[in-house]
Structures are given as C-alpha cells and as structure tokens.
C-alpha cells in the first residue's frame, strides 16, 4: 500500500506540480507589465492569456528574444538582469544579473549565444544560451579608458552580433566563432550619438540611427571592407526641431517592397528610403513623433505609433500612395504594436488603459481585447526564426 | 488498495501511453520517406531524429504545410490522402481520403482553413484545419463541362487562395471569407499549361510557371483588376529544349534583394529577373535542368539541385557575381533542400543513399548525416509563420 502510495504521488507530482503545456510554442507571445516586473503569456489562435510570471525585475524599456525551439524567452530588463522564461511551464528558468543597467539583446543565428548590451558599465556579455554561463565580456571602450554606453545590439548571419557606441560614435561587429574569444571590428567616426540600430530583415545592411546629427550611419555587412557610410544626411535641415520626448525605435524596422520606413527624430514625420540608393524618397506627415514604424508583413501598409504626448492613436499609412489612410484611437500610453507573423492580426499595447488590443488587419476592426498591467512590448514567438529579432 | 491502482493506472497511462514530447515545436521538421509512405520527425537544434509516423499512403510527390502553432504538419498525399500528423505526439491525428490523386496544398493565412489541389476529379477542396470536416468543394470546371487538373495553390493574405488550371490554363482567386461559399475570380487565357504557381514572399505577385510556351503568367494581387500580364516571355526562344524529365518546382522561389531566380524548363539555365521591372536580366548556366532554386535566407547564396540524369550534384550561386561558386555532390537523386529559417545550416534529401545531410551553410561543409529510407521532401514547421509555403 505504502509503495503504491509513493508512486501516485510521483505521478502525480510529475503531471501537475509543473503545470506544464503540451502545445505547439509557434503561435505563443510576452506581454511585458513593466510596472510589475512581470509577463503574460498569450496565445494568438484564440487570442487568450495562458499565465502569468513574475519576479523578472525592473522591465521599463525590456525586450524578448527567442530560443530557436520557440519554447524559451529571454527577457532583457533595465535592471540588467536576464531571464530565461519557459513558456510551456510559466516559470522562470534561469535568471541572471549580468550589469547594472541594459537596455537590450540578442540571440545569436544558431540559437546558442545570448548578447546583452549595457549601459553601466558600457560593453556587451554573451552567455551560452542553454546554461546563461557567461562566455564572454566585450567592454566598449574608447578614449582614454572610458567605457560607452550601448545601444543597437542586434545579430548577423554568420554568428555575428552588431552594436553601437553611444557616447564613441562607433559601430562594432563582434565575430562569435569562438564564442570565448570575440574578433571585434571597429568602425570609427559613424556620426554623433547613435541611438539605436537595426538591420534589414536579410541582415546584409546594419543602420544607426543618430541623435547628436540628422542622418543614418549605414554599413554594409556584406563588404565591411568598404566601411560605414552616411545616408539621409540633414533630413531635418532647416527644420525646427521639437523636443524629443521619447526616442524613436528602430527595431520595428519596416521595409515593404524597395522601400523602407523609418521614423525622423524630432519630426512628425515618416521619412521613406529608397533601397535602390539609400536615399530620402519621400517624407510623410503624421500624428506625432514616431516610435515604431513597422510594415504589416505582406507589405501593404506601414503602422506608426507616437510619443507623447500624442501617444493615444495609431496611423496607417498606404504604401503605394506614401498617405495617411486611416487614424485609430486605441487610447492613452499606446506602447507597442506587433503583427501576427502572416499578418491577419496585430496586438497593440495600451498601458494607461491596462489593455492589450487585437485588431484585424484587413478591417481594421478591434476584435478582442485582453486586460493587462500597464502593457509595454510585445513579442510573438516567431521572432525567433527571423534575423536581426 | 483497489481505488489507488487504478488511479495510478489512469495518471501513469496519461503519461506513458501517448509518449508526448513536452518542447518547442519551432525547431521541427518533417522528412518524407515516399517509399514506405511514412514521415520522419526530426529537430535542427542538435539535428536527430526524433520519431516517425507511418499509415500515410502514396507519399510520391508529398508535400506539407504547418498549424500556425507548429505543433500538426498536414501532409498531402499523391493518393488523395491529407493527414494530420500530430509532431508531439508523433502520429496520426486525423486522415481523409479527399479525391483519387492530389498534387498538393496550402493553410490559409489565419490558419483555420486547408486547401488541397487534385488532378483527378480536377478542383480545390477546403477543409476546417481542426476537424478535417469539408467545408467547400471547388470544381476546377471549364469548356464543355471538362475538368481541369490544378496545380501551384497557394495561400495569399486576405483569407485566399490562388490556383492554375492545367488543362484551361486559367488562374483562379478564392476568396474564403466565408469558407462554405467561396468567390472565385477567373483569369483566363493565361497560356498554355500552367505547370506550376507561387508566390512572392510579401504575398502579392503569383506566377505560374508555362510548360506550353516560354514564358510564365504573372497576377498582382494588390490589382487583380489589371489582370495577368506574360513575363519571360520567350526566354528559350532559338533554343533547343531538352527533354524534361522532372518538371521545376516553382515553390523555392529565390527572391533576393531585388532579383528572383527561377529554373528554366527544359534547359541548363536558370533565370534572373529583375523585380522592378520583371524582365530577365541574367541567364546563369548550370549543371543540369534545375528543380529547386532557393536562397538561403540571407539572399546572399541561391542553392540549386537537378533533374535525372544530372541528380547528384547542388550547385550554389553568389547572388553578387550571378556565378556558379561551387558545387556540391550529395550523391545520386538529390531530391530536396531546406534551409534552416535563419539560414546557418541546410537540410538536403539524397534518395538514392537512403540519406539526409545537414550542411553548414557558411563554409558548405557536410556536418552530419541521418539514415532516412529514400527522403524525399523536407518540410520545417517554421513554415508557419511565412506566406505562401
């Protein structure tokens, strides 16, 4: 009897202490809830909240990857801390405190490297994605011995990640070969002040937008030899500019045919890129300063979100006409938006009204909405079969 | 003592009689084995096999398409059969004999609807994902009453479908709003024998590829008003045409950057055209009359393998020089390529050695092989996420 007893409670105890979920990982995303330290788990077939985790720490300003299989989150906190979060059992993993403060990572294209990029002290860790051992320590130095805060960090095919120096005005590609023992390139003299990076959705071109000039520092990664060089040089030439509440995003990166989308920095603009040449095809003018301006994935309309204060709306702009075509008013604090990976739907963040928004994407209808605490980033678990997210 | 046991027998039977894997589904893949009308389930983190499913009929020409949560492949039998295979649970799900012979299918963009294409009766059947219930049944007719085999069905954003009619060399647009009374639109006199269709990854140009002239049929989906325009036309004009002993599979459609790369029917070649204006630009000579033409993901590389008698070779294109760089040989009946979804490695099918190899896409070196009893297709469930595959 005893026995028996034993084994049930084994049993038991292996099916329902873990709580965990057979299910497929493709279709699930993280609602950050910066104000708690915490993330929901969603699922966007049935657009349902699944659980809850908390105890991740300061998430103001947090950003996801994936793990290649889809099941695992890293969260990157302001804190500096990183957290590994298993999806199909809600519960923290592993978690580190790698900095004092970071603002971002990436994963590696293999899936075995996490890269954090750090303000205090300035540089970039990389840990073993398994074990979150740390593997490598990159200080971003420059000057006489001063350390650069980092911003931009996104990977590159062949087990590259790419970063900017905020106060050096360089861009960095770190070779991950051997994971111990980085190869950095430097790239100096970029332009004042990069304040955020991305790379095109094939990971052949890496851009620093900067805050210190009007312009882009572009690099070519597929000829590096050639260096970085300077594109949409004075946008703002002769403009007035507006104070900058909130500093534009260039993750949402959106490129819709021969042509990309990327927020003006002190504008209400949307200024469109011809990727033929790189250069200023066409200027829109929106709602307010723009935060994220991301193409729907089939590329047929670019999604604009604001800084406050004009935070409350989203605009949709019509890419073959490069015009506003319609306003929606999600409501006060709209935070981030992301697209369902074929597009259908997109989920927007609205934290002053502690709501997670569904809207259909042909219609434009709302069609479900989700309470959450004060909502920030979202990020769907497809992520992690794209580069450069 | 009696109510114990059989609680035990109830919990362990949960656990043990399903044999369920508790992980991620992103990094699944599926391996037809046409022979033994069978599947292998593999994973790309640590490239093993994981299990294999068998009972699936005529897998001769198969092909797979994904739930948007990656967890069940629908594989689309020659014999008519669609099954949904469980890769979790690693078996049979759900299965229907639909028609007499079926040449392939798609998902819709929500996920909740599969289309299957049959040559005999000639037409479009669409089934509910999660039940396989039929829902509508699209007869491909045309003329006097005739019945036209289809082929190249793809899914387009909107909730469509598009297909080609063989016989009436006609495109047709579903439009599944309401999945029990699809709207078709008609294109016809598109030219001769449609042979194969696809489309742009953004979902918005479908081309059928002409076996009865040279050249291919091109449908912009953001204008189906414009109709179908011919591009390519004539590009074998002068030349002889080769016997064609395994007709091009137009689905690995190669688009990087601005360019596309398709197999030329009938000859040593394949084209390049140029997106801006879809003319041809290039002609690349290679090894042998391409089937697959697909680009790593990166769009750097374009990786191309042969009909019989000139199977055993992959010969890889760089996409800056437009030459052949290298050539690879697997071995006699290379029969399929897959690339990983960021790229770093590719999954090739040797049928005549009873193999599977894994490359490493940046130094093209063989990193492992996996036994596979004559492999045909290779399909990963990070096709959920894309349009058009």
Same mark, same amino acid.
């Given at each position: 009897m005893k026995r028996w007893w034993l084994l049930l409670v084994l049993f038991s105890g292996a099916l329902? /202490? *873990?709580?965990?979920a057979l299910r497929g990982t493709g279709d699930l995303a993280i609602v950050i809830e910066r104000a708690d330290g915490a993330v929901q788990i969603v699922e966007t077939t049935h657009n349902t909240a699944i659980a809850r985790v908390e105890?991740?720490?300061?998430?103001?300003h947090a950003s996801v990857v994936y793990s290649r299989d889809g099941r695992y989150a890293y969260v990157f906190g302001r804190d500096g801390g990183l957290s590994k979060v298993d999806l199909l059992c809600a519960r923290v993993e592993k978690r580190v405190i790698q900095s004092g403060n970071s603002i971002g990572g990436a994963i590696s294209q293999d899936g075995r490297l996490i890269a954090v990029s750090n303000y205090t002290p300035g540089g970039v860790k990389v840990f073993? /994605? *398994?074990?979150?051992?740390?593997?490598a320590d990159i200080p971003a130095t420059w000057g006489n011995g001063l350390r650069s805060k980092v911003i931009g960090l996104v990977d590159a095919p062949g087990r590259r990640f790419v970063f900017s120096l905020w106060d050096a005005g360089e861009i960095w590609v770190a070779d991950m070969q051997d994971p111990r023992h980085p190869r950095i390139t430097r790239f100096r003299d970029?332009?004042?002040?990069?304040y955020d990076g991305l790379i095109t959705p094939d990971g052949r071109y890496y851009i620093a937008g900067l805050f210190g000039e009007d312009g882009m520092a572009q690099l070519d990664l597929w000829h590096p030899e050639r260096g970085v060089r300077r594109i949409l040089?004075?946008?703002?030439?002769g403009e007035k500019k507006l104070p900058v509440y909130k500093m534009p995003h260039l993750e949402g990166w959106a490129v819709a045919g021969d042509r990309a989308f990327v927020p003006a920095v002190g504008l209400h603009a949307v200024l469109v890129i011809d990727?033929?040449?790189?250069?200023?095809?066409a200027r829109i003018p929106v709602?307010?300063?723009?935060?994220f301006v991301e193409a729907r994935p089939d590329g047929r309309e670019v999604w604009v979100n604001f800084a406050?204060?004009?935070?409350e709306k989203v605009q949709i702009i019509d890419v073959?006409?490069?015009?506003?075509?319609h306003t929606l008013e999600p409501?006060?604090?709209?935070l981030h938006m992301e697209f369902e990976p074929r597009g259908e739907e997109v989920w927007i963040s609205v934290r002053d009204r502690d709501r997670v928004q569904v809207y259909d994407?042909?219609?434009?209808?709302?069609l479900r909405e989700l309470p959450a605490r004060k909502p920030s980033g979202i990020f769907m678990a497809a992520r992690a079969h794209r580069i450069g997210l």
């Open positions: 329902l /202490a *873990d709580d965990c105890g991740l720490g300061d998430l103001s073993d /994605a *398994d074990s979150l051992e740390l593997l970029i332009g004042r002040n990069p040089d004075h946008y703002g030439r990727l033929r040449d790189w250069r200023e095809l709602h307010g300063q723009p935060v406050f204060p004009n935070n073959e006409t490069l015009k506003v075509t409501g006060k604090g709209v994407t042909a219609t434009h209808r709302l």
